[in-house]
């Protein structure tokens, strides 16, 4: 038994499906959120960049005292996870590799595709991790960085955002997928309109819910399971302000976030 909390973080507001879906998993266990919201976006930067700023984000909370490390931003997990496990000792998991799974599970016709942010797409991780499960999937991998700002404006169902779908998504028309990777932190909360635009053939893997998953999985294995208690820690820090992180975040969540505060995570 291990009493000691859960890391998680992400660039800034979207891990918060992550974390949702882990506490809906693992009720009994602490987590500590790290929201990296000064320094948002990181689909956008190289992998040397967002590579450094999630080994300063593993490191602030190591020095929280986590058990394990939950990656929850695709970013980070397609470019950095080799970075964090070679200078930490706690068990990391990534979103990549159960959402990977979960996609090779699912494909009946070896045709699979991924949305991502431009670096995810650009780093083949998701492509990679499916085919070293199943060399003979076809894997398409299609940016649609505008999906991240749509979300955080809270355009879930809005005109908008099917237009946005529509123009990225008719990349996969020619592709005969039958299986889609929602391959971002955001993507989540768009489900209803992707699989408007895709069609109902299409099956939709949801990373965040597989890694919690997995999450659970890890923990039994490692026998890291927290002892049974009342009130489990749920503590969040940003480094920026926390007011739009509060507002847009509590909409992700589902729930309210309280215990908030503001930290400088470079200096580790
Ligand atoms: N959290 C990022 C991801 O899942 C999306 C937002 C960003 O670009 O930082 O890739």
Redesign the pocket.
């Known amino acids: 038994m291990d009493d000691r909390p859960i890391g998680v973080f992400?660039?800034?507001i979207?891990?918060l499906t992550v974390l949702r879906e882990l506490n809906r998993e693992l009720p009994g266990e602490g987590t500590i959120y790290l929201g990296d919201t000064a320094r948002?976006?990181?689909?956008?930067r190289s992998p040397e960049t967002v590579t450094r700023y999630a080994i300063e984000n593993t490191a602030f909370l190591v020095s929280k005292g986590i058990k394990m490390l939950v990656v929850a931003?695709?970013?980070a997990s397609a470019v950095s996870l080799d970075g964090i496990k070679e200078r930490f000792k706690i068990p990391v998991l990534g979103v990549i590799s159960p959402g990977a799974r979960a996609a090779v599970k699912a494909t009946r016709n070896k045709r699979v595709g991924v949305i991502?942010?431009e670096a995810?797409i650009k780093s083949s991780a998701y492509t990679k991790d499916i085919r070293s499960l199943d060399p003979d999937i076809d894997v398409r991998g299609i940016p649609c960085p505008l999906f991240?700002p749509i979300v955080e404006e809270g355009l879930f169902d809005d005109e908008i955002a099917r237009l946005v779908a529509r123009r990225y998504l008719k990349g996969f028309d020619d592709s005969g997928i039958d299986t889609l990777v929602l391959g971002?932190?955001?993507y989540p909360l768009l489900k209803g309109v992707i699989s408007e635009v895709v069609g109902p053939g299409i099956v939709l893997i949801d990373s965040a819910i597989e890694t919690a998953r997995e999450a659970k999985r890890l923990i039994q294995t490692l026998g890291i399971g927290a002892n049974p208690g009342a009130g489990p820690l749920r503590k969040y820090y940003v480094t920026d302000s926390p007011e739009r992180f509060k507002r847009v975040g509590e909409g992700f969540l589902g729930r309210e976030i309280d215990d908030i505060e503001k930290v400088c995570v470079g200096g580790f």
Do not use: A
């Not at 948002?40 to 956008?44: A, H, L």
């Open positions: 992400d660039s800034g979207g891990g948002v976006p990181y689909g956008i931003c695709n970013t991502g942010t995810t991240v971002c932190t955001h």
